[in-house]
């Protein structure tokens, strides 16, 4: 750690775990539902755990996005964040604005279109707090280098602020409501988040490889060229069917699978700088996150994506349990395995230690992601049967829920293991540091 | 990656490449747009009544159980066609009467089974909320879902 400012990112990370530990909670609660069905049924239905849930993954993943922001910005840029005073009040806000929410909804106090069930005032002290930060680092930014790294992490940022704008657009005309959802939903994570991702993944890997910048940030451009190109006109594969021109129907296919192209290309960038690279970097923790990322973004977005991407299959598999085994594995690859690797290659530098707990660490992520592949897998199982017996023979859906125990049961078991899984990392994060190294690490090289 | 290609051409390309493809889907978004409100929904049928009915659905937040044109929760049925399920294209009272019935008459409680809970939903908001789920029982949604089943 150069600059004094980059501390400013201990803070987010340590609201962003909190809220992602709560967020497990939320998950286990609505699959114990699926398991159980009389669980809470009158004390907390499942609709308020499904939407504090969601809702909980979208708020820590921000603040989350804001911290990496705040650490690398000072390297990147080679000046001291404009203002830590403005980060640590606009963390305060959006931390506020989540909890109220999720307060509130526990008290039925709730809006009706999912992932944006926040009331109105919460969206807006969100806007409020995303507005001071897109204020703090883009004065960051004028101030200092411009490297391709942080430009792209900053449109990556502005464009998610803009794309949000849409979630105070609420038509009364159902269809037209959903029209402009995706262009929330969709255009984030499949299009302004993957500038994020791209860049931090880049970042990463010029840190701990040591491969020359201008071959990485060649790389980045054509990433980030990759993922728009396909992924705004991808947003057809969301218009098939909800009342929007049959058009969609191969432009949606086409493009949707062109998606797969940025997530390969960044799965194959990963590897091949680590295979380039000369530097031996001692947080073998962080690369094995960085490596991770990237291969499981490609499996949970790409491959898993793919499955049910083109018009023809979606019309059987729309909405069942296939798409929530794809957005588990997607959400969990591209975007926390992201932020936890930044988080795992940041922290021994704002705590100025060399990297800590590095086994225990490793443990957590190969633990977490066996539980989120096994669970993508139980989910996949339960959606393929439903399409077959829903869909394909048109057998009604509450008698074939009836069927699926077995794979909700042990969807249930492979959150507990995610659980686990969470309390390693965040001991090994914030828990004291005991200097476990790999035996196979150069302790000796900088811990840059 | 191909040495031919600068780090500011790629940016270019970028830059450009995104631009176009945005603008792109902006055409096609407003295209749809149109699309929706004058061909594939009904237009004259979009009465306050079905306004005041989806106010009512988000209220209550159904989507977060219910899948509606595909999209929502996977805990509990499809709702976009339920119109047509409860046999309202045949016999559109019975289905009215049989819908705010099923409705008012949860929880169930029945042991084992998926619990909805009880809505305090007074009479205008269930006629309203029907008018809702009616009116989107006749998007054209190039003929999802597969079977009436949802
Ligand atoms: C990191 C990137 C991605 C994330 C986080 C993600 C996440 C999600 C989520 C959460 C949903 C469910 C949305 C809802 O509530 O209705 C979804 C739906 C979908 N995703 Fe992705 N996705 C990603 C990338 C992709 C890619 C690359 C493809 C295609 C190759 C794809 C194809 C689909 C399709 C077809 C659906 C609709 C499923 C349905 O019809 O029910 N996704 N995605
Ligand atoms: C302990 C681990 C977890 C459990 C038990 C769990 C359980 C659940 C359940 C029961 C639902 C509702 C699905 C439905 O409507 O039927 C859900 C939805 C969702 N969860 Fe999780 N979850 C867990 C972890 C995660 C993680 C780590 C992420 C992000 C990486 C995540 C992202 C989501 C998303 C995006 C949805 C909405 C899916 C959609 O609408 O397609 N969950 N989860
Ligand atoms: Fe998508």
């Known amino acids: ?448 | 990656m191909g040495e031919g290609l600068t780090k500011a051409a790629a940016r270019n390309i970028f830059y450009g490449g995104s631009l176009f493809f945005f603008l792109l889907f902006a055409a096609l978004t407003v295209h749809s747009h149109w699309y929706i409100v004058n061909v594939s929904t009904d237009r004259e049928g979009f009465t306050e009544s079905v306004k005041l009915g989806k106010e009512v659905w988000e209220e209550h937040s159904c989507i977060n159980c219910h899948t509606i044109l595909g999209e929502g929760g996977y805990f509990a049925p499809e709702l976009g066609n339920v119109w047509t399920r409860f046999g309202g294209r045949e016999n559109p009272e019975g289905a009215r009467a049989a819908l705010a019935g099923w409705m008012r008459a949860m929880p169930t409680r029945s042991p084992g089974r998926r619990q909805m809970p009880y809505f305090d939903i007074n009479d205008e908001e269930m006629d309203a909320l029907i008018d809702f789920l009616e009116w989107t029982d006749r998007i054209d949604t190039q003929g999802w879902p597969p079977h009436p089943s949802g």
């Not at chain 1, 609505?30 to 939407?51: D, G």
């Not at chain 1, 069917?241 to 949606?252: E, K």
């Not at chain 1, 540091?433 to 150069?442: G, I, L």
């Open chain 1, 1 to 448: 750690m150069k600059y004094e400012t980059q501390k400013v990112a201990l803070p987010f990370f340590a609201v962003a775990m909190a809220l992602f530990a709560l967020q497990i909670v939320f998950g286990i609660l609505a699959a114990t539902v699926y398991v159980v069905p009389e669980f809470l049924a009158e004390a907390m239905p499942f609709h308020i755990m499904r939407m504090s849930h969601t809702n909980l993954l979208l708020v820590w993943l921000l603040i989350a996005f804001m911290g990496c922001t705040y650490y690398l910005l000072p390297e990147e840029t080679e000046t001291d964040i404009h203002s830590p005073m403005i980060a640590y009040v606009q963390l305060g806000i959006f931390a506020f604005a989540g909890a109220a929410a999720l307060i509130g909804y526990q008290f039925e106090i709730h809006g009706g279109r999912h992932y944006l069930e926040q009331p109105l005032w919460v969206k807006i002290l969100i806007t409020v707090s995303f507005l001071m930060f897109l204020y703090n680092t883009s004065l960051t930014l004028l101030k200092g280098r411009k490297t391709a790294i942080s430009m792209v992490l900053m449109l990556g940022l502005w464009l998610a602020a803009i794309f949000w704008l849409f979630a105070f657009y609420n038509p009364a005309n159902l269809a037209l409501d959903k029209l402009y959802w995706w262009w929330i939903v969709h255009i984030w994570v499949e299009g302004v988040w993957e500038l994020i991702m791209a860049s931090l993944l880049g970042y990463l890997l010029i840190k701990m490889t040591g491969v020359d910048r201008e071959i990485i940030e060649k790389w980045l451009y054509v990433i980030v060229g990759l993922a728009l190109f396909s992924g705004l006109l991808g947003t057809g594969h969301h218009y098939y069917w909800i009342g929007t021109p049959a058009y969609w129907q191969p432009i949606g296919s086409i493009f949707s699978t062109l998606e797969v192209v940025p997530f390969f290309a960044m799965l194959v960038f990963a590897f091949y700088m680590f295979w380039k690279g000369s530097r031996n970097h001692p947080n073998k923790a962080a690369m094995l996150w960085t490596l991770g990322c990237a291969a499981m973004a490609f499996f949970g977005a790409g491959v898993w994506g793919f499955m049910h991407t083109l018009s023809w299959i979606n019309f059987y598999s729309h909405g069942t349990q296939v798409t929530a085994a794809h957005g588990h594995l997607a959400f969990y690859g591209a975007y926390v395995m992201l932020v936890l690797g930044v988080i795992t290659y940041a922290m021994p530098q704002m705590r100025r230690v060399q990297p800590y707990n590095q086994i225990l660490n490793m443990w957590a992520f190969w633990v977490m992601t066996s539980a989120m592949a096994f669970m993508t897998f139980t989910l996949t199982f339960a959606g393929v049967v439903q399409t077959h017996l829903q869909r394909v023979l048109g057998m009604r859906f509450m008698e074939i829920q009836a069927q699926l125990d077995v794979f909700y049961a042990m969807r249930l078991g492979a959150g507990v293991a995610m659980a686990i899984g969470v309390v390693l990392f965040l001991y090994a994060i914030f828990g004291p540091a005991r200097e476990q190294v790999p035996a196979t690490a150069n302790v000796a090289a900088d811990a840059d």
